[in-house]
């Protein structure tokens, strides 16, 4: 009886994220971060991902994945290391961008990108592969004429609220999602206030 009324209260309890942003230089370079780099998502390389981790890339991440190769608001990278073994992805959106999971779409602006789909597999984690993948779209990011990085994160997340926060972005806004009644509400810092 404990267990079920604490799953029933987990499911109706309300989600909280919060929003971190970092202006991105133009200067940004687009390289090598400590051994890792980005390739470009595609289907052969998504096939070798999901036969590389069977089980711990879902199926449904996997189609998550297909998804951004097709969609051109949306880009998707590999992470690779300085032995071409691949070790996660990581996505950056372009344009406004639809949470399923929340029915809530993130308003990207033109001047900004999002960040997400950060994944690094249990095996490689703690070796920098996030810290790099990060950085690594902060430069693609810049390049793209981009001037802030979004990223939307869980509080209950402390890994990626820390990786985040170690790249320089700093909390802006924050998103509480309503399971029950599928609603969300956003409150922002003003723009002003942002980055010290
Ligand atoms: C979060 C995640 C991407 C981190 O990947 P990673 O490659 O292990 O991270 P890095 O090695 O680059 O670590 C960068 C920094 O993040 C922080 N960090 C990473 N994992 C952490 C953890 N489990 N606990 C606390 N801090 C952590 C640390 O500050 C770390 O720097 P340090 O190693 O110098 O202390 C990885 O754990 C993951 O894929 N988790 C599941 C998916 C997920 O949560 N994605 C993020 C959704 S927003």
């Known amino acids: 009886m404990g267990g079920r009324w604490k799953r029933i209260q ?10 971190y942003s970092r202006p991105l230089s133009p200067d940004d370079p687009d390289r090598s971060v400590n051994g890792f780099r980005f ?10 991902l999901k036969a590389s981790f069977p089980k711990e890339l879902s199926d449904r991440k996997r189609d998550i994945l297909a998804q951004r190769i097709q ?29 399923k999971l929340m029915q809530h779409t993130i308003r990207v602006r033109p001047h900004q990108a999002l960040f997400m789909d ?6 490689h984690r703690r ?27 869980s509080t209950t997340n402390l890994g990626s609220i820390s990786s985040y926060r170690k790249a ?3 909390t802006c ?5 309503f399971p029950t009644s599928k609603r969300t509400l956003e409150f922002w810092i003003p723009r002003p206030l942002r980055h010290g």
Not at 118 to 123: A, E
């Open 71 to 99: 969609d051109p608001s949306e880009d998707a990278w590999m992470i690779l290391d300085e032995g071409d073994r691949l070790c996660g992805f990581a996505c950056l959106a372009w344009d406004d961008h639809e949470v």
């Open 39 to 48: 390739v470009e998502a595609d289907h052969d390389n998504l096939a070798r």
């Open 173 to 177: 806004g924050r998103l509480i999602h």
């Open 118 to 123: 950060d994944y690094v597999f249990k095996k």
């Open 127 to 153: 070796r920098g592969a996030q810290s790099a993948a990060v950085e690594l779209r902060v430069g693609l990011a810049a390049a793209h004429g981009r001037t802030e990085g979004l990223v939307l994160v």
């Open 168 to 170: 320089g972005f700093q």
């Open 10 to 19: 987990k499911k109706h309890r309300p989600k909280v994220s919060r929003y």
